[in-house]
């Protein structure tokens, strides 16, 4: 009982030492949220405290960096940092060297698609760092062999950084826009660089503890970098998804060419939003607070976007109806030309002349449309002409078909050129030549002119001639007064 009472007595005056002697702990952030929140109180807000809190992680990067620099002074770390500087000149040499050959290589390759040339003179371009990879890797590799792995460790944190900048590259390639995808690289190759050099965790404490408080929010520097990032990142790969889907979409022959329009833009709309949510709750963003911004939205749509609205509603109904499609031959009012792309608030029609109109769907769906492609691509056209009356009307027929023939562009078979009078009229016999054609996208007016001058030629080589109204006109003498015009006859 005694031994037992002398333990517990010991126990615990060890027990209150210890606590006496330790030192006092801080609770975190989210362990004070919570006492308030259970004890009702509301927290003390310290100033200085996230003032200190970043002052004190720049000052435990900087030791670390300068233990770092300090470490470079050691015999086996100078080696190394020897080392890496003569692979370093020794890849520019070999890459100065191959550059040139890779180049004509690339050159000769003909048939490629677009993304592997792009790779190519991506590749092109940083071979110095390809071959520093390679050979710091050779170099790491015969060090493990020789000697201890520490004496190779400086190489191999160089391999990883190069080899890790490389990777990134060939990742965010796939990113179109230039902005953004210099943005995703340089930002990528600083957070490798923290993570394989051990500085990470510091960095995120660091960026997370510069913040702005709007309200009862917490803006950090950590959570808005997070946040531009993984959009970044989210838009890319959706770009890239509906590029690729719609490129398959297109290529499929069963699909008409206006419901090929409608699923690339549905899907478009579907992935973009999907990315724009995820991202926002991958960031940990509220989207309830988007419920009272959809309502301002749905009142301005109400009051101020009717047009746009009718736009948007009348491309899908052209979309669904297949009215008209990429490719048709139209005319609108004074307007003539072809469907170059279907978009959600209006259609571009590019003209002969070269002229692009930006017609809004509204119009397309209110006013009246001639297209000369909507069921087939046939295309009729009309000529009126006269001869002579002295000419034979057989042999004027016969000898217009087959001028309206000779021309390349007009049709044969299954739509052959026809020839009937129409008329007699006061001084010629009156003639219509109706051809086809089926590329209307080609022109109507020039395989116009070129029929009539094949008119023209064959009849010059028969002899058939084209009346015109002569006049005479007479002059009394000495009088002031003239003869009133006589139309003669041919």
Not at 79 to 86: I, P, S
Not at 174 to 187: D, G, K, P, T
Not at 471 to 490: F, I, S
């Amino acid at each position: 009982m005694e031994e037992e009472t002398t333990t517990e007595a010991t126990t615990g005056s060890e027990t209150t030492a210890s606590e006496a002697t330790a030192p006092e702990t801080t609770p975190s952030h989210d362990q004070v949220n919570g006492l308030d929140r259970i004890a009702g109180a509301e927290r003390e807000v310290d100033a200085g405290a996230p003032e200190t809190e970043t002052t004190e992680i720049a000052l435990s990067i900087w030791d670390q960096v300068q233990h770092f620099l300090e470490g470079l002074l050691r015999p086996w770390n100078a080696y190394q940092v020897a080392m890496a500087l003569v692979l370093i000149a020794l890849s520019f040499l070999v890459a100065r060297i191959l550059q040139p050959r890779m180049y004509n290589w690339l050159k000769a390759q003909e048939g490629w698609p677009k993304w592997r040339y792009r790779y190519g003179m991506m590749l092109h371009r940083r071979l110095p760092l390809v071959v520093f990879v390679v050979v710091t890797w050779i170099a790491v590799l015969i060090m493990r062999e020789l000697t201890w792995p520490s004496r190779s460790y400086l190489l191999a944190i160089l391999a990883n950084l190069g080899t890790a900048w490389l990777v990134v590259v060939l990742i965010v390639r796939l990113v179109q826009n230039s902005a953004l995808r210099m943005i995703l690289r340089y930002s990528a190759w600083i957070w490798v660089t923290l993570a394989i050099t051990g500085l990470s965790q510091e960095a995120k404490q660091l960026m997370d503890s510069i913040a702005i408080e709007i309200g009862e929010t917490r803006l950090t520097m950590w959570m808005v970098i997070q946040g531009a990032l993984i959009l970044g990142m989210t838009f890319a790969l959706v770009r890239f998804l509906s590029r690729q889907t719609a490129s398959r979409i297109k290529r499929n022959a069963d699909i008409s060419p206006s419901m090929q329009v409608l699923f690339v833009k549905f899907l478009q709309v579907m992935l973009y939003g999907a990315a724009f949510f995820i991202g926002l709750r991958t960031i940990g963003f509220d989207l309830r607070g988007l419920a009272f911004l959809s309502g301002a939205i749905g009142v301005g749509i109400g009051f101020g976007l009717q047009k746009v609205v009718s736009n948007l509603v009348s491309g899908v109904i052209i979309l669904l109806d297949k009215s008209i499609k990429p490719g048709d031959v139209i005319s609108l009012g004074e307007t003539f030309g072809w469907i170059n792309t279907l978009s959600a608030r209006y259609v571009s029609v590019v003209t002969r002349d070269g002229r692009e109109y930006l017609i809004p769907n509204e119009d397309l769906i209110t006013g009246q449309v001639v297209n000369w492609s909507h069921s087939d691509t046939y295309v009729r056209l009309d000529i009126y002409f006269g001869t002579a009356y002295d000419d034979d009307p057989h042999a004027v027929r016969r000898i217009a078909v087959e001028a309206a023939k000779s021309v390349e562009r007009v049709l044969t078979f299954p739509k052959t050129p026809v020839c009937h009078i129409v008329g007699f009229g006061d001084s010629s016999v009156d003639f219509i030549l109706r051809f086809w054609i089926e590329d209307p996208t080609g022109g109507l007016t020039n395989i116009r002119g070129n029929v009539y001058l094949a008119l023209w030629d064959a009849f010059q080589e028969n002899g058939i001639s084209i009346p015109f109204p002569q006049r005479e006109v007479r002059m009394l003498e000495g009088g002031a007064q003239a003869a009133p015009v006589t139309d003669l006859p041919d």
